[in-house]
Nanobody, 123 residues
Framework: QVQLVESGGGSVQPGGSLRLSCAVSGITYPNYCMGWFRQAQGKGREGVVVVNTYGRTTYADTVKGRFAFSRDIPKNTLYLQMNSLKPEDTAMYYC?????????????????RGQGTQVTVSA
């Protein structure tokens, strides 16, 4: 059974940084695509980053150059390092996973996701 548990959210001032973590169980690398998406209150979901089974990483234009995905396979943990945060980054952040033979493009369609962790960016 695939389980994803996010942590690391919180409140930060504009320009600050946060690192989100996602503890993963029940998957075997490299058979799963991984990623993060977010949803701001009252708005639709937005893909943040997708990593396919070959390791190719694709970021949304809104976070490119500021956010960075990484993972520690022995610890079964994914990370999302978020720098130069802006008020518009305020949202619930979710990690997600999807079993695949290779290429994945839409993190919003992934089969598994966690419960989310809240990020608030305000002065």
């Amino acid at each position: 059974q695939v389980q994803l548990v996010e942590s690391g959210g919180g409140s930060v001032q504009p320009g600050g940084s946060l690192r989100l973590s996602c503890a993963v169980s029940g998957i075997t690398y490299p058979n799963y695509c991984m990623g993060w998406f977010r949803q701001a209150q009252g708005k639709g979901r937005e893909g943040v980053v997708v990593v396919n089974t070959y390791g190719r990483t694709t970021y949304a234009d809104t976070v490119k150059g500021r956010f960075a995905f990484s993972r520690d396979i022995p610890k079964n943990t994914l990370y999302l390092q978020m720098n130069s945060l802006k008020p518009e980054d305020t949202a619930m952040y979710y990690c997600a996973a999807h079993r695949s033979g290779g290429y994945c493009s839409d993190v919003l369609s992934f089969a598994y996701r966690g419960q989310g962790t809240q990020v608030t960016v305000s002065a």
